[in-house]
């Protein structure tokens, strides 16, 4: 089983900036066997993708509404995976999940087994 629980959010004014962290644990578990993605879902709207990194190269995918803002990373060492997130738009307000798959990347909310409880985001105009 696994365990992840992610921090950092907040209240930030647009412009702003915050950084999500996602801790994972687990029995077992290997964190650098996982591709990991961070999701988020909105007030009234479905849970979208925001971005993905690869268990072992990190290579890193963007949603196009966060390319450019938002950057993706993993520190294996503290089985942690990290998004920072740049110039915040009052649109980036939601829940962020992070989530883990085993072994490939994926864009899609099905092919993730494993979620935090989410961190609330809230940007103001």
């Known amino acids: 089983q696994v365990q992840l629980e992610e921090s950092g959010g907040g209240l930030v004014q647009a412009g702003g900036s915050l950084r999500l962290s996602c801790a994972a644990s687990?029995?077992?578990?290997?964190?650098?066997?996982?591709?990991m993605g961070w999701f988020r879902q909105a007030p009234g709207k479905e849970r979208e993708f925001v971005a993905v990194?690869?268990?072992?190269?990190?290579?890193?995918d963007y949603a196009d509404s966060v390319k450019c803002r938002f950057t993706i990373s993993r520190d294996n060492a503290k089985n942690t995976v990290y998004l920072r997130m740049n110039s915040l738009k009052p649109e980036d307000t939601a829940v962020y999940y992070c989530?883990?798959?085993?072994?490939?990347?994926?864009?899609?909310?099905?092919?993730?087994?494993?979620w935090g409880q989410g961190t609330q985001v809230t940007v103001s105009s």
């Open positions: 687990g029995r077992l578990f290997t964190f650098s066997r996982y591709a």
């Open positions: 990194i690869s268990m072992s190269d990190g290579s890193m």
């Open positions: 989530a883990a798959r085993y072994s490939s990347t994926s864009k899609q909310i099905f092919g993730y087994p494993y």
